[in-house]
Structure formats: structure tokens, C-alpha cells
């Protein structure tokens, strides 16, 4: 206790699951399973089928260090490997009635939009989870099939390498033209079927929102009719 009253109390990170709140340090031991955690958890699994996509929300909040020991950075196995969720020891997830001096909270809509997917991983209005290849991917191509081709170029919109950039070039060079406006539709069409070609082609099992006039269904990417 000493020590709390020398160093002062800490900020925390919690995160909710549905088997209660795991909490983090914010220094590098925390910071680092944290983001294990969340990529495992979270980002890896973001557009598949299986994945529920319910809301996540993170905590941060203030507590003094020897009451929280014990309990933080618990999702490390002795060897510093990640553990499973299920195999997490069940005296690390705290009930949420039992946190205290929450100082802030965020709830990320987890529906597997590609605007969910950028919020999630944007590291100034989000998480700042890393981005996999795969998933940029996806978030890119589900990003073009709903707004289109971005008329200053891809990378100005977004900067991580696009695997399939190669593949809109053409239609790129097309929307940097002169002739660009006489045949802007032209070209956005063909890049929004581009575009849900290559995701069935490549990524097939992709779970993605689509809206209809009743309602928001969930839907595989393979039985989208472009």
C-alpha cells in the first residue's frame, strides 16, 4: 500500500466477453497480451461465417496497483503463450458490477461491415488492432463494392498494401483521366463487379451485412448475385 500511495493508482484496460471482463496493464506486458488477445479473439475472425459479431465494448479505468494484482494480464500460459478463451483460468474474468473508477468506455459494433472493420483497427478513432492481410483484403473490396472506386487513387484512401491492386489499375488510370467525368458510372460499375468478383473468387467464405427494404440480413459472399 505504500507503494500505491507513492506511485498513485493506474489506468487499466478491460475487456468485456461473455465470460466477464479481462483486464489489462498499460504498460508492456499488458499492451502486448492485449493485442495478442484481441487478434486472436477479435480481428482474425472478424468476417467469418462463425463469428457472432456481437458488440464489444473496452473499458479504461483507475485502480491501485496491489488491488489489482492477480488480476490483470492473466491470458498468458507460463511459457508466454496466448492461451485459448477457453482455456483462460475462470478467476480472470471479473464481473462487470465489480469495476470501479471506470473513467471511460467504447462499444464497437462488431457486424461484419467494412466500416465496423476500419473503426475497429483505425488507431485514432479505434482499437489500432494490426490489420491481416486477408481481412485488409476483404474490408477493401467490401469498401469499393459498396462506395466504389476512390477517384484520387486507392492509396490515398487507403495506404496498406492491396493485394489486388494490380487488378484496378486500368480502372484507376481511367478515373485520374481527362475523360474522367464522361465515363465515371462506366468505370464505378465495373469496379463494384470487379470487386465482388475477386471476394467470391478469393474469399469465399466471407460474412458480410446486406440490406434490404425489410430488414439487414447476414449473407455469404458466395451467394451474392452481382
Known sequence: MLDDLKHGNKFYTGVETDKGVLLFSRNYEGNHQYGAFMEANIERHFFEPDFEGRPLTVYELRGWPSLMAGKINRCYDDYDNLLPLEKIPSDAFLDKSALKSITDKEVYD???TWENYARLTDSE???????????????????????????????NEYPDN?????????????????????????MQEKARKLAG??????????????ATKEKEVLRNSKSIKM
Open 125 to 155: 478513432k479505434g482499437l489500432g488492432l494490426l490489420r491481416s492481410m486477408d481481412n485488409y483484403d476483404r474490408m477493401t473490396l467490401l469498401y469499393i463494392m459498396d462506395k466504389g472506386y476512390p477517384m484520387d487513387g486507392l492509396t
Open 197 to 210: 468478383k475477386l471476394l467470391r473468387e478469393h474469399f469465399p467464405n466471407t460474412w458480410q451485412k446486406v
Open 162 to 186: 492491396f493485394s489486388f491492386h494490380e487488378n484496378f489499375e486500368k480502372i484507376e488510370g481511367t478515373l485520374l483521366g481527362r475523360n474522367r467525368w464522361n465515363i465515371y458510372d462506366e
Open 110 to 112: 462488431l457486424s461484419p
